[in-house]
């Protein structure tokens, strides 16, 4: 067992650099599921030289998404990673399956094919490949938000969770202008239908962008990969994971480093108060508190905030903008700026206003894009409108949801409550995703495509009013309290929803 250690401060700078690792792993988060965006063309050029199969439109749009089915897997296991594994050695897997995945899809070819002969085999291992660095965004979504909250003072642990989302939304920026340099002079492939479903490649196109650009682009990843593993190695264990295995002594080091040996002593009686009872049973605190992890997950993407982001060019060009992509850019730098917004103003707020007012200005941004489509406005309208709503969702649901995912479960079930809600996640990212442009595409009568336009925006800001009544109603504020004061929250509301058959309000 290890000696205890006595500081009489605690140290910032050991905090943060420890944070700063973890908020890494929310950098990969973005770029990994950014990365195909500038490779896709390239991708989709050098399977059409297939001989053995036809490579059509769905099986692109498979290999394109298929990182996804690997983050609900790797969501759906964060659990049980981290509850047996525990926190650090999860992160260090995550970055593990990154740089894997890094590697695999610059090389698919690596022992098993021949380098330069696109086959159906070829294309099983690049998607293998993809789904495994998947499964290291769903481990990371889970378990760096997680970590970021175990080893944060309470004061300020909203602020240092939002630094993840943050990260993420940086990592996508990383990653569009890293594929921006790859390509450089060279050009993205010319590619034309021919026939229902069947594509080709004109002869002028770039034959480096097919062969290689796109490999650059997957292999990029590898380096920031491989200083998040080899740095996972040097942070140290959550203090809440190392009580909750009896490892007292240890956790009282971290505690103590980070907030001083006097707090850190008064902080440990306070988490082996809440671990007394060794019981990890889901349900130990109630149905409630799964319940509100579980729609605070599913309201941070039915209220369609990746169908915007993902489709973003699209939506521009058809409210006819001259070119989509400056909009596109200056959504960019609209989100990062208002992210900000949430980082500062967090722990000065609150989490539920944040939300409240989130939600409700993403509903007049989506609304009023509803609006634009029944009646006549200048293109500019939908723009600003789709900016408000992007804005919105960047200082509220982006963040804040992340912030409440890593803090409202009680110590004993955090890591496989968290695991669930983050799967429904990506369930509802996916659900979302691939609904969304055929919902958008929808024609009705002499309205045409504009009903789906229409449509589609009218659902999203119905429920983000939805979404903002039920944080009203269900979710409780965590600002300023510490992760051991949920353990007393839920049991109290557990008693409360025992004894009453009235719906219990979240609003005191």
């Not at 909750?244 to 850190?264: E, P, R």
């Amino acid at each position: 067992m290890a000696n205890t250690k006595t500081y009489a401060t605690g140290s910032k700078l050991y905090l943060f650099s420890i944070v700063l690792v973890a908020v890494c792993g929310g950098l990969l988060f973005g770029y990994d599921t950014a990365v195909i965006s500038g490779a896709e063309k390239g991708l989709q050029a050098y399977f059409l030289g297939a001989k053995d199969f036809v490579y059509t439109d769905v099986i692109h749009g498979i290999t394109s998404s298929s990182a996804l089915l690997g983050c609900i897997i790797g969501s759906a296991l964060s659990g049980i990673c981290a509850g047996r594994l525990g926190r650090r050695k999860s992160l260090f897997i995550a970055g593990i399956l990154f740089l894997l995945s890094a590697l695999g899809s610059y090389a698919p070819e690596f022992l098993f094919f021949e380098k330069g002969n696109p086959n159906f085999n070829l294309l099983l291992m690049f998607n293998f490949y993809r789904i495994i660095g998947g499964i290291g965004v769903g481990l990371a979504s889970a378990v760096c938000p997680m970590y970021i909250a175990e080893v944060a003072p309470s004061d300020i642990r909203g602020t240092l969770v939002s630094w993840n989302q943050f990260a993420i939304i940086f990592g996508q920026l990383v990653v569009y202008f890293v594929n921006f340099m790859i390509l450089g002079e060279h050009t993205n492939p010319i590619i034309e239908k021919t026939a229902e479903n069947l594509y080709v490649v004109l002869p002028t196109s770039d034959a480096w962008t097919i062969s290689t650009g796109w490999r650059y682009m997957f292999v990029s990843e590898a380096f920031v990969a491989a200083a998040f593993t080899i740095l996972c190695l040097f942070i140290p264990e959550s203090p809440r994971f190392l009580a909750l295995i009896g490892k007292d002594k240890k956790a009282f080091n971290v505690l103590a480093h980070i907030n001083g040996s006097a707090k850190a002593q008064v902080i440990l009686q306070e988490i082996k108060g809440t671990t007394e009872v060794k019981s990890e049973r889901l349900f130990s605190f109630g149905v409630m508190v799964i319940f509100v992890g579980i729609m605070l997950s599913v309201f941070q993407q039915a209220v369609g905030i990746n169908a915007v982001l993902y489709y973003a060019p699209r939506i521009f060009e058809s409210m006819g903008m001259g070119n989509p992509m400056v909009q596109t850019v200056i959504m960019g730098v609209v989100n990062i700026s208002f992210t900000l917004v949430a980082v500062f103003t967090v722990e000065k707020l609150g989490r539920k206003p944040l939300l409240i007012w989130g939600s409700l200005g993403m509903a007049l941004g989506a609304i009023g894009v509803a609006i634009s489509n029944l009646v006549a406005v200048p293109p500019l309208f939908p723009v600003i409108c789709i900016m408000v709503y992007s804005a919105s969702f960047m200082f509220s649901w982006g963040p804040i949801c992340w912030v409440l995912i890593s803090e409202i479960f009680p110590n004993t079930i955090r890591s496989a409550a968290v695991a669930i809600a983050v799967a429904f996640q990506w369930i509802f990212n996916f659900i979302v995703s691939s609904t969304f442009v055929p919902m958008y595409n929808m024609e009705l009568g002499d309205m045409g495509s504009k009903f789906g336009h229409m449509f589609a925006y009218a659902l999203y800001g119905v429920i983000c009013i939805v979404a903002a009544w039920f944080v009203y109603s269900l979710v409780p504020e965590t600002k300023g309290k510490t992760l051991e004061d949920m353990t007393a929250l839920w049991r109290k509301r557990d008693k409360k929803a025992s004894s009453k058959s009235t719906p219990i309000s979240a609003n005191n």
